[in-house]
């Protein structure tokens, strides 16, 4: 144990919020069993026509949308924050991000399974390309992060609050030494 309490220096919430996003992706994995139970075998590779192309290959661009303009989206703490005060609306933020990052990588698979039924000729390929945008977008943009903390941890500190909501997860205080929090928004 560290000086906090936390074996190998993570945070049981993190650790938590890691497991209900890989429960995320693995949702996308088990799905697939499902379209391939529905469609016959003989159909799992045929050609879907061009709306069960289309609309996977949509609905992976509106999930990456959804993700880079709500899923970033925190009020900024004011200076005069309460340092438990900050520390607990830090967490509640990122994790109501993360929620929103995880549906909005869901959303290609979703959109996947509907073309399955409503393509030319029931195939596995819409579903196919619906998942494969979603895991990319689970692992790129939705799994929490050290960087995707940060991130969030950026935002809420860009009007002079210091949430340490990295540090409060076990991650360190933040980019290089002495970070107070940063005005940069990225």
Known sequence: MTSTGRANGGD????????????????????????ALIVPSEQWF?????????????????????????????????????????ASTAFAAFQSTLFVRLAAAELPTLVGI????????????PYLIGGAISLVLHAVYAFPTAASVRRIERR???????????????????PGSGYTGSATII
């Open 12 to 35: 049981p919430r993190l650790t938590t919020v890691r497991m209900i996003a890989g429960s995320f992706a693995g949702m996308v994995v088990l799905l697939g069993v499902v379209v």
């Open 46 to 86: 045929t050609g879907p026509g061009a709306i069960g192309l289309a609309l996977p290959a949509a609905g992976g661009a509106l999930g990456l949308v959804l993700m880079l303009t709500m899923g970033h989206h925190v009020p900024a703490l004011p200076p005069t924050t309460p340092a438990d005060q900050a």
């Open 114 to 125: 509907a073309a399955v039924f409503i393509a030319d000729e029931p195939s596995a390929i």
């Open 156 to 174: 809420l500190d860009r009007e002079g609050g210091h949430s340490r909501l990295a540090d409060s997860l076990g991650l360190g205080s933040g």
